[in-house]
Each structure stands twice: as structure tokens, then as C-alpha cells.
């Protein structure tokens, strides 16, 4: 009733692709490879010698030993008898020395540009000029779609430099991009099954859920929600969903 309906049209998205603005993605790598060159010269010049950026080994020793820098976890070490410099591990250590930063720097530039801004261009077809993902309806534990060869449902949004590469997608002539969302479907929802007075009056005042939960937790008003609150605030409302 529902899936087998949605297949055809899913198959013409499919087959109609989406378009790139190549001569942008081509103009932002260039941008991009200079940034990285920089960076990599800035890192050379704090620690007082080169080496492999991408070596997590070359770059514990450089951050542990050469730095001094104190790990998070002393007691850890991986495989290799190195102590780890996984993302997790960087952003514990941000702001305890500017070489750390900029290793965070250039591990964010390095993806969007390998990831998207050089290799989204090998994958547009030569007969339409557009990419063709595959979308799946069943590949997702929420039951929403997913897509892949490749990926367009991970283009970055959380920094400035991520939003940009989503300029690269554009509409034909004539045709405009359009984004459309439900608001707080899946609260709204529980909020009807639940009868919560406090989520239903949110909603029925067209309040931001999270906001408003962020000021019940906090024992502030809705005005003084800080991003930070916020965040918490919505891993409560959905960790209470989905645990």
C-alpha cells in the first residue's frame, strides 16, 4: 500500500540525476588544496620539523612526545603502542596547543575535497550530465530513504565551509530547488500518543520543542535557551524515544 506505489517514482528520480555546478566544485577544490598547503606549512613551522599529517602514528609522536602534550586517556594506547588521535581524542585536546586546531582543520578540509568537491565530478554521467544515486527504502533502521553510489544524503551542513560544497547542487533552467520538512514530526506524534499536556501546549503555541524543554530542564525562560542547552535539550527528547 505504501512502498510498491512509491518504487516508480523513486526509479524517475533516479533516472533524471542531479545536477552539478561543475566549474564551482572545480574552483572550490583549488581553493581548498591551497588552504590545506597553508595549513600543513603552519603545522611544519609550530612543531619545527615535516612529516606525514595523515600518519596517525608520525602524528602521535609529534603531538605526545615532540608537543608534550598530556592524552586524555594516559592509560590507552592502540595497537600500534601509540596513543590514539582520533577525532574524539583532538576535540578533547582543542585549544591546548594551535597545532591540534589546525590538524581538526585539515582533517575536515580533506574530506569535503576528496569526498565530494573531486570525486562527485568523476560520477556524472556523460550521456545526462548529472549524477544518479541510488535511493533504497528499506535501507534505514528509522524507515527513512537512504542513498548511495554515491552517498547524497551526508553533504555537510555543520560548518560554513560544508554548507558551501551544497551550493555545488543546482536546478536545470527554469526549475528551482526546493526544501521541504516536517516540523518535529516524530514529537508531534508522541505528543499525541502520550497526551503530554506541557508538549501539547508547545505545540498548539508553535513553540520550538526543544527550546521549551531546554527551559523546564534548565529552570530558564524560553529566551535565555542558550545552542548549547538546546543541543542537550534534544538529545533528551529523542534519547526518551529511541533510547
Do not use: W
Not at 594506547?77 to 576535540?91: D, M, R
Not at 549524477?131 to 527504502?137: A, E, F, I, L
Not at 513553540?207 to 542547552?229: L, Q, R
Request: net charge neutral; hydrophobic share 40%; glycine share 6%.
Amino acid at each position: 500500500e505504501m512502498d510498491m506505489p512509491l518504487t516508480p517514482v523513486l526509479a524517475s528520480m533516479e533516472m533524471e540525476g542531479i545536477l552539478l555546478d561543475l566549474p564551482f566544485l572545480k574552483k572550490m577544490s583549488v581553493e581548498m588544496a591551497k588552504r590545506l598547503a597553508e595549513i600543513e606549512k603552519q603545522i611544519f613551522d609550530s612543531v619545527g620539523k615535516s612529516f606525514n599529517v595523515n600518519s596517525t602514528q608520525q602524528l602521535s609522536d609529534v603531538l605526545f612526545n615532540t608537543l608534550g602534550l598530556e592524552p586524555p586517556d594516559r592509560g590507552k594506547k592502540t595497537a600500534s603502542g601509540h596513543y590514539s588521535t582520533a577525532a574524539g581524542v583532538l576535540e578533547l585536546l582543542r585549544g591546548k596547543h594551535p597545532v591540534v586546531d589546525l590538524v581538526l582543520e585539515n582533517r575536515e578540509l580533506s574530506k569535503l575535497k576528496s569526498t565530494y568537491l573531486d570525486a562527485l565530478p568523476l560520477q556524472v554521467d556523460a550521456n545526462t550530465g548529472r549524477v544518479h544515486t541510488s535511493y533504497s527504502q528499506i535501507g534505514a533502521v528509522t524507515g527513512r530513504l537512504s542513498s548511495n553510489n554515491p552517498n547524497l544524503q551526508n553533504i555537510p551542513i555543520r560548518t560554513e565551509t560544508g554548507r558551501k560544497v551544497r551550493n555545488g547542487f543546482i536546478a536545470d533552467k527554469g526549475n528551482v530547488l526546493l526544501a521541504v520538512d516536517y516540523s518535529q514530526i516524530e514529537l508531534r506524534i508522541v505528543a499525541h500518543m502520550a497526551q503530554d499536556e506541557s508538549m501539547l501546549a508547545a505545540f498548539r503555541a508553535d513553540e520550538d520543542i526543544h527550546s521549551t524543554t531546554a527551559g523546564a530542564i534548565y529552570g530558564v525562560s524560553p529566551e535565555a535557551v542558550t545552542k548549547e542547552m538546546r543541543r542537550h535539550a534534544k538529545a533528551i527528547n529523542f534519547g526518551l524515544i529511541y533510547g
